[in-house]
């Protein structure tokens, strides 16, 4: 059961968490529908605890694990959301967490960390510099890793979203989710095909951090050697060696999107919606408006995976949206 992931696990996983995590709401909005001519139903994972969807697959994660090895703590890297989820699921069931982050990391990220409780190590210049410095501290504490999206309960854990949305509209007949390594959007994709196996599942990734978009179209894992996008949350340089075959076999299609794009997503649902998605959020509204011709579909379910955005940078969200519709 451990080392694979089924629709039957993410199922079980939708039973134990339903106490724990807030049932997040489903909506649509006119303007939207009119505007892309299709039912469009956002999920609003920005309204999860800590912000974001990452705490179904931390909590899912910490419940599965036997207490023997909650005493010796846990430990993670992070962009920053599945920080806040490892801390306050950890908190939660009284489990000391040990957390790393960048050095850059957005600080409304780290604060919201280190109130849950968690240490916070900031380090690197980057996630993979983090990720690595943790893999070595985890080596001599003999804590245990709770990998940010390549590990099967996490993603199941996430992969309850897609049944919680299916269960609070079931006419959806495609869904489209962010990726950074590829956690939420296999648990999503297993869940859905799951429930009915013509659902369609479409991935988004940032044009400047596309490693699992370059990896499903080429059919072969590709690292890339920069990420540069405002969507943080999925700035990943390469993804999971387990979600990449579940993504291959479940996934419909990956697109991508730039980051006037993201920026012009962010400042449409703020004004139109009254709701603040962060980078990684607004991918998916981003390509829906970028790629509308090409997505096929009568009921589309969005998941609007988080909302922890650095309230500073939104004087830059605002500059890069006003490029998207400047006339060349």
Request: charged share 20%; glycine share 10%.
């Amino acid at each position: 059961m451990g080392n694979c992931l089924t629709g039957e696990k993410i199922h079980t996983a939708l039973g134990r968490l339903t106490p724990i995590v807030h049932r997040t709401p489903l909506i649509t909005s006119e303007t939207t529908n009119n505007l892309v001519g299709k039912k469009v139903y956002f999920k609003m994972e920005n309204q999860q605890k800590t912000g974001a969807f990452k705490f179904r697959g931390a909590t899912f994660k910490l419940m599965q694990m036997p207490k023997s090895q909650l005493k010796k703590g846990v430990i993670t890297a992070s962009a920053g959301n599945h920080a806040q989820g490892v801390a306050y699921a950890a908190a939660k069931l009284g489990v000391k967490a040990t957390i790393f982050m960048a050095e850059k990391t957005p600080l409304a990220k780290v604060n919201a960390t280190r109130n849950y409780g968690a240490e916070v190590v900031l380090t690197g210049e980057t996630f993979q510099e983090a990720y690595e410095a943790s893999v070595q501290k985890q080596m001599q504490s003999g804590a245990v890793y709770i990998h940010p999206f390549d590990d099967y309960d996490v993603m199941a854990g996430q992969g309850t979203i897609a049944m919680e949305m299916l269960k609070q509209e079931d006419r959806i007949d495609t869904i489209l989710a962010p990726i950074g390594g590829g956690g939420l959007i296999a648990g999503i994709a297993v869940a859905a095909k799951h429930v009915n196996r013509n659902i369609k599942v479409i991935g988004v990734q940032a044009d400047g951090a596309s490693a699992m978009h370059d990896s499903f179209h080429s059919g072969k894992l590709k690292k890339v050697k920069t990420v540069s996008t405002i969507a943080e949350g999925i700035a990943v340089k390469q993804p999971g060696e387990h979600t990449f075959p579940i993504i291959q076999k479940y996934v419909d299609d990956i697109v991508t999107v730039s980051d006037e794009e993201i920026a012009s997503a962010i400042v449409y649902m703020l004004e139109r919606n009254k709701t603040l998605m962060e980078g990684a959020g607004a991918a998916t509204l981003a390509a829906l408006f970028a790629h509308n011709d090409k997505i096929r579909s009568r009921h589309l379910g969005v998941v609007v995976s988080g909302g922890n955005m650095d309230i500073d940078t939104m004087a830059k969200i605002q500059t890069l949206a006003k490029k998207l519709h400047q006339p060349a």
